[in-house]
């Protein structure tokens, strides 16, 4: 029985049209995954950028509270609760949760009392043995914020800061 050179050269171009096709398959889903992961990439560029903003608006909100009256806008909030940031008019700090910003991010408010060592005004640890005292006019400010991340778990980031009674209000 012999075989033809016809033969086995259609087989030859089989076998190289299936080694294209794999080579095209896999170039393609090459550049396919690399630009779903620059996408991915990219929104999470943009969600924390969004979220800086978020912070830093926050803390904006808190200045602008503390600006309008030290004794009637910071100095009644209870240290360790939570507050929600909302703007109607003017910002105000409220409890009740507004639900989300942009359908994605919570942000939060907690204002906390500074302690000062008695000795030299320093700010301590309300824990350290020091003899210490709250400073009525200084709080510690700290603006969080939540969002759900690409993998579905929940993102936290957080900034804070000090705010003083500047203009004795």
């Given amino acids: 029985m012999s075989v ?3 033969t086995m050269r ?4 089989l076998i190289e049209i299936v080694v294209a096709i794999a080579l095209v398959v896999t170039f393609v889903s090459s550049i396919a995954a690399a630009a779903h992961f620059e996408l991915r990439a990219v929104n999470e560029s943009a969600r924390r950028s969004q979220v800086a903003f978020l912070l830093e608006e926050g803390v904006e909100a808190v200045r602008s509270i503390r600006d309008r009256g030290w004794t009637a806008g910071i100095q009644p909030l209870v240290s360790g609760t939570v507050y929600y940031p909302v ?5 105000k700090l ?9 359908g994605r991010f919570t942000r939060t408010v907690v204002v906390g009392d500074i302690y000062r060592r008695d000795s030299d005004a320093d700010i301590v640890d309300v824990s350290s043995g020091d003899p210490k005292t709250i400073d009525p006019s200084t709080k510690l400010v700290t603006v969080t914020v939540q969002w759900t991340g690409t993998g579905g778990g929940t993102q936290t980031q957080a900034i804070a800061t000090y ?7």
């Fill in 163 to 169: 705010i003083t009674d500047l203009f004795g209000n």
């Fill in 87 to 91: 703007f109607s008019i003017q910002w």
């Fill in 4 to 6: 033809s050179f016809h």
């Fill in 94 to 102: 409220v409890t009740t949760d507004p639900g989300p910003l942009d």
């Fill in 10 to 13: 259609g087989g030859y171009g």
